[in-house]
Antibody, heavy 115, light 108 residues
Framework: QVQLVQSGAEVKKPGASVKISCKAS????????MHWVRQAPGQGLEWMGI????????TYAQKFQGRVTMTSDTSTSTVYMELNSLRSDDTAVYYC????????WGQGTLVTVSS | DIVLAQSPGTLSLSPGERATLSCRAS???????VAWYQQKPGQVPRLLIY???SRATGIPDRFSGSGSGTDFTLTISRLEPEDFAVYFC?????????FGQGTKVEVK
């Protein structure tokens, strides 16, 4: 069965960086693009970007351009999302989601940014 | 980027009633690439509808999607207790995907 398993919760200080992993299993990793979506507490869903697991080509939402980096490791079927210069309003649950439309989601990773 | 506006923000209905949720795009969505997701508290979003009107695997037929261009609708024909949740639309017809802000369907 398809599974996307994300790394655990993180607590970071403002200005720091966070890198979250998403390990895929149960399907051919290189077949589908992967997306990252975040959700601030009590808020809606926000699309962050997409990565092609073959070659690593990315497209980011304009809001995150220059601050986010998405990478892929085909040897471990894992994608990563790194967000830099963290602010308090980056506190959110971060999800990886397979393909478009998003048929499978990771369990989410809570990132808390607090001094 | 295409902005999606969902209405109403909250829909208060009773079980058995019909729910009609709207999603309006700021620009035409190419190929009617609109999806709808359901999210319950503490849970991951679940794909309900894609391509504006196709039900995802395992989704009951009381859920239906319609619309084209800039106006899209999710209809729940008869609300079941498990349908009370937040619903998000998403467009994936442009180079950058976007979500609507969500509609909460609550028990009246």
């Amino acid at each position: 069965q398809v599974q996307l398993v994300q790394s655990g919760a993180e607590v970071k200080k403002p200005g720091a960086s966070v890198k979250i992993s998403c390990k895929a299993s149960g399907y051919s990793f290189t077949t589908y693009y992967m997306h990252w979506v975040r959700q601030a507490p009590g808020q809606g869903l926000e699309w962050m970007g997409i990565i092609n697991p073959i070659g690593g080509a990315t497209t980011y939402a304009q809001k995150f351009q220059g601050r986010v980096t998405m990478t892929s490791d085909t040897s471990t079927s894992t994608v990563y999302m790194e967000l830099n210069s963290l602010r308090s309003d980056d506190t959110a649950v971060y999800y990886c989601a397979r393909r478009s439309p998003h048929d499978y989601w990771g369990q989410g990773t809570l990132v808390t940014v607090s001094s | 980027d295409i902005v999606l506006a969902q209405s109403p923000g909250t829909l208060s209905l009773s079980p058995g009633e019909r729910a009609t949720l709207s999603c309006r795009a700021s620009l035409t969505v190419a190929s009617n690439y609109v999806a709808w997701y359901q999210q319950k508290p503490g849970q991951v979003p679940r794909l309900l509808i894609y391509g504006a009107s196709s039900r995802a695997t395992g989704i009951p037929d009381r859920f239906s999607g319609s619309g084209s261009g800039t106006d899209f609708t999710l209809t729940i024909s008869r609300l079941e207790p498990e349908d009370f949740a937040v619903y998000f639309c998403q467009q994936y017809g442009s180079s950058r995907w976007t979500f609507g802000q969500g509609t909460k369907v609550e028990v009246k």
